[in-house]
T-cell receptor, first 117, second 113 residues
Framework: AQKITQTQPGMFVQEKEAVTLDCTYD???????LFWYKQPSSGEMIFLIYQGSYDEQNATEGRYSLNFQKARKSANLVISASQLGDSAMYFC??????????????FGKGTLLTVNP | DSGVTQTPKHLITATGQRVTLRCSPR?????VYWYQQSLDQGLQFLIQYYNGEERAKGNILERFSAQQFPDLHSELNLSSLELGDSALYFC????????????FGPGTRLTVL
């Protein structure tokens, strides 16, 4: 079973509108972390936002917010007031466990967001 | 700019050859991770080092090896290259090996002809 599922291969949004990118995850760990990264066409991976499993408040970073619904195991990224520069591939990732030494990230397949003028 | 540097940016080589990818983590980061991004496999974790010691292995082929040096830079060695090894290889670093955010370098795009 996939640990991170991003069901939207592609999304379109008008400039200045808000958009939600979906992410569901699967883990049996109590302690885990959820991340969103942005990959523009130039290829680099840019960290956007982090949510810990014990965090009670949804994470926010500027125009990015993470809609964390623990019971539903979802961690959707909300981008407000979209800009043309937001056009990119967006990856949801999970880090499992609080003990041991393996803190690898498991990534979803990504959502390609296109912002239209 | 994440502060993680990777060289070279692009690498074109032939099947059967060996290459070395280099990564310098952000200042103060002790942990280095290597990931491979390919069209068919997506982003996959290869290996993690923490302060010079190997901490975890993912889907890393036996033809691949890595190390982290005392100055904390890391190298990923890929040998007996095959066409299927063509991919974007990322290095990421974090302060520790635990609950810290991983910051990615710009990647090395490897093309095997």
């Amino acid at each position: 079973a996939q640990k991170i599922t991003q069901t939207q291969p592609g999304m379109f949004v008008q400039e200045k509108e808000a958009v939600t990118l979906d992410c569901t995850y699967d883990t049996s760990d109590q302690s885990y972390g959820l991340f969103w990264y942005k990959q523009p066409s130039s290829g680099e991976m840019i960290f956007l936002i982090y949510q810990g499993s014990y965090d009670e408040q949804n994470a926010t970073e500027g125009r990015y917010s993470l809609n964390f619904q623990k019971a539903r195991k979802s961690a959707n990224l909300v981008i407000s007031a979209s800009q043309l520069g937001d056009s990119a591939m967006y990856f949801c990732a999970m880090r499992e466990g609080s003990g041991g030494s393996n803190y690898k990230l498991t990534f979803g397949k990504g959502t390609l967001l296109t912002v239209n003028p | 700019d994440s502060g993680v540097t990777q060289t070279p940016k692009h690498l074109i080589t032939a099947t059967g050859q060996r290459v070395t990818l280099r990564c310098s983590p952000r200042s103060g980061d002790l942990s280095v991770y290597w990931y491979q991004q390919s069209l068919d496999q997506g982003l996959q974790f290869l290996i993690q080092y923490y302060n010079g010691e190997e901490r975890a292995k993912g889907n890393i082929l036996e033809r691949f090896s890595a190390q982290q040096f005392p100055d904390l830079h890391s190298e990923l060695n890929l040998s007996s290259l095959e066409l299927g090894d063509s991919a974007l290889y990322f290095c990421a670093s974090s302060v520790g090996g635990g609950t810290y955010t991983q910051y990615f370098g710009p990647g090395t795009r490897l093309t095997v002809l």
